[in-house]
């Protein structure tokens, strides 16, 4: 191998942020969906259907970005598709929100769209949606949501709920690390949002209504 210089350091290096590290996430892409209703604008929102994960919560349409899907917004709008039976002519996008990266390892890329159809217009899918209902932009820009924050822990092991053996997922004896790093660890915390509505409206769906209400506020 060639001697290491600070020449060929540089030549490596960019200025640019190198985003390589997010492979490792689960990335999927939602659509903030607006509709006029009578003159004034309202966010849509999914209860998602009992028979599906995390079912009978509250969220915008999206999902997880396919290897065929060529861009975020791709996704986005394919799954506005899928859910809401509303075909890409009638979404206009109008911007994004912020990347979100979450504790549980998932990365959310968020579009703001118009939808140009009718609530009574959509096609709803029955599998993947109990309901679909809206709330007046205005409630909440006019509204701040109730925040908790709760502590994040990191787990060295796990316990399989039906024989209670331990799985070890970070060998810290084999390693020589500290005897503490053999129970869980951290000081981090997370906040949480809730929003009250007719629906119960919290966590990743709050924090992106949150992040929309911050940006049109500026």
Request: proline share 5%; aromatic share 10%; with cysteine.
């Amino acid at each position: 191998m060639k001697k290491l210089t600070i020449e060929h350091i540089k030549k490596q290096l960019t200025f640019q942020t190198n985003e390589s590290y997010l492979i490792d996430y689960f990335q999927s892409s939602v659509l903030v969906p607006l509709i006029e209703i009578d003159g004034e604008y309202h966010l849509v929102f999914e209860k998602r259907a009992a028979t599906i994960r995390q079912g009978g919560e509250i969220c915008f349409p999206g999902g997880k970005i396919d290897a065929t899907d060529i861009s975020p917004q791709v996704t986005a709008i394919r799954e506005t598709n899928e859910e809401l039976g509303c075909s890409q002519e009638d979404i206009e996008i109008l911007g994004t929100l912020d990347t979100l990266i979450m504790p549980n390892g998932m990365m959310v890329y968020a579009y703001v769209g118009l939808l140009k159809t009718s609530l009574e217009e959509l096609t709803v899918s029955s599998d993947e949606v109990e309901k679909v209902f809206t709330v007046p932009v205005a409630y909440f820009l006019e509204t701040a949501p109730i925040a908790y924050h709760c502590q994040v822990l990191i787990h060295p092991y796990l316990i399989d709920p039906q024989t209670g053996e331990k799985e070890i997922l970070l060998p810290v004896e084999e390693l020589g690390l500290p005897q503490r790093y053999q129970e869980p660890w951290g000081a981090g915390q997370q906040q949480i949002l809730f929003y009250q509505t007719e629906e119960l409206i919290w966590g990743l769906t709050a924090k992106i209504i949150a992040n929309f209400v911050a940006e049109i506020k500026k």
